[in-house]
């Protein structure tokens, strides 16, 4: 059973920048991705990015291309999600998710679910 755990949120200023973690335990499937998702107070949950298990291959949600950048360190088994430029409209609770094999853009075919961590840009 994977085991996800987010930091790293909180509360700043529009234009700053925030960078949350994922850490992973558990994990026994060779081939997976890893992704972020946001969900925004009364909104569906949306994509952010996503990251291969090898890092070769990251996919992001046109809205934060050029401002987040995902990344991971399997050393630590961590996945990062570096945002700047923050705006209020990236405000949400931030999840980490994984599934194994290939990447998918739906938070449906996700099965395994950090217990989020909420970011809040100010104007």
């Known amino acids: 059973q994977v085991q996800l755990v987010e930091s790293g949120g909180g509360f700043v200023q529009a234009g700053g920048s925030l960078r949350l973690s994922c850490a992973a335990s558990?994990?026994?499937?060779?081939?997976?991705?890893t992704a972020w998702f946001r969900q925004a107070a009364g909104k569906e949950r949306e994509f952010v990015a996503a990251?291969?298990?090898?890092?070769?291959?990251?996919y992001y949600t046109s809205s934060v291309k050029g401002r987040f950048t995902i990344s991971r360190d399997n050393a630590k088994n961590t996945v990062y999600l570096q945002m700047n430029s923050l705006k209020p409209e990236d405000t949400a609770v931030y999840y980490c998710?994984?599934?194994?094999?290939?990447?998918?853009?739906?938070?449906?075919?996700?099965?395994?679910w950090g217990q989020g961590t909420q970011v809040t840009v100010s104007s």
């Open positions: 990251i291969s298990e090898n890092g070769g291959k990251t």
């Open positions: 998710a994984e599934k194994e094999g290939s990447y998918r853009y739906a938070y449906t075919t996700y099965d395994y």
């Open positions: 558990g994990r026994t499937f060779r081939s997976y991705v």
